[in-house]
């Protein structure tokens, strides 16, 4: 049977090293299962150590997986977790980002805090993994970043979020530009709706969401492993020419 998400390519990612936030649930996990089951050794990172034990279990080869809980906000946690990582597998081949924290209010009940957490965790998490990672990916690697249809589409009582998944497409396309000549590729990729924990705790409360049934794929929601069969093309060599270019995986619902 065909996986949703599509066949695995078997070897692409035959001894290629992939740093990979955001493991333990969702999306992060799928892509993990995905690249581990194309030959990757993944270095799989987030904040939550029990959810990783559940992605490796459920990683089941023929490439492997190491663990490692890591606060993306934390700068010496970034750090250490990354140079870990590259001196274990001798370097790295991609790094993938996917660590990430929603938030849905209203503008008038904005928290600061909220405001500020989104930006730390989405934007300052990705842009430190980032900065970390650059010296050890090899040339021809590439850095994948999960930013949100929502970065660049309007959607009702998520400014904060957009806005700071607008800061990550930004950071992507200008970091795209200024890697080009080392031979490393940046792909933002954009999902819409994904059927994960993080939508899972989206409750409309006395909130019209009506909006949202009316943008709603035709296809409906994602799957995690749907999202994850763009981020494994866009960090493998059969997107070679790829850099600078989002890819959004919403099935279509702002066309
Ligand atoms: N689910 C969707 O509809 C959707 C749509 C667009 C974009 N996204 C983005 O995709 C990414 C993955 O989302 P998901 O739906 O799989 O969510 P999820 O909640 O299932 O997974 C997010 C993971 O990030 C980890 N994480 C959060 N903060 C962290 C931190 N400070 N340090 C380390 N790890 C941390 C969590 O522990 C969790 O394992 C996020 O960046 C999200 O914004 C999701």
Not at 61 to 90: L, N, Y
Request: glycine share 12%; hydrophobic share 45%; with cysteine.
């Amino acid at each position: 049977m065909i996986p949703v998400g599509g066949p695995r390519v078997a070897g692409r990612f035959d001894g290629r090293r992939v740093l990979l936030t955001g493991a333990a649930s969702g999306i992060g996990r799928a892509t993990a299962v995905r690249l581990v089951a194309e030959g990757a050794t993944v270095h799989a990172v987030d904040r939550d150590e029990l959810g990783l034990a559940v992605t490796a279990e459920q990683c089941t080869g023929p490439g492997r997986i190491t663990t490692a809980t890591c606060d993306v906000t934390s700068e010496p946690d970034v750090i250490a977790t990354v140079a870990g990582a590259a001196a274990r597998s001798g370097g790295l081949d991609a790094l993938v980002n996917v660590a990430g924290i929603h938030r849905t209010t209203p503008i008038e009940t904005l928290r600061v805090d909220d405001l500020h957490l989104l930006f730390e965790v989405n934007l300052v998490g990705t842009a430190l993994m980032c900065r970390e990672a650059v010296g050890h990916l090899a040339r021809g690697g590439a850095i994948v970043n999960v930013a949100s249809s929502a970065a660049a589409h309007g959607n009702p009582y998520m400014s904060a979020y957009s806005a700071s998944k607008g800061a990550v497409l930004a950071f992507s396309l200008s970091l795209a530009a200024e890697l080009v000549g080392r031979g490393i590729r940046v792909v933002p990729v954009s999902p819409g709706t994904v059927a994960t924990p993080l939508t899972a705790a989206v409750t409309p409360g006395d909130l019209d969401f009506g909006y949202f049934a009316r943008i709603r794929s035709l296809l409906g929601e994602a799957t995690p492993e749907q999202v994850a069969g763009v981020i494994a093309f866009a960090a493998s060599d059969d997107a070679s020419y790829l850099t600078g270019a989002e890819l959004r995986v919403d099935g279509g619902s702002h066309t």
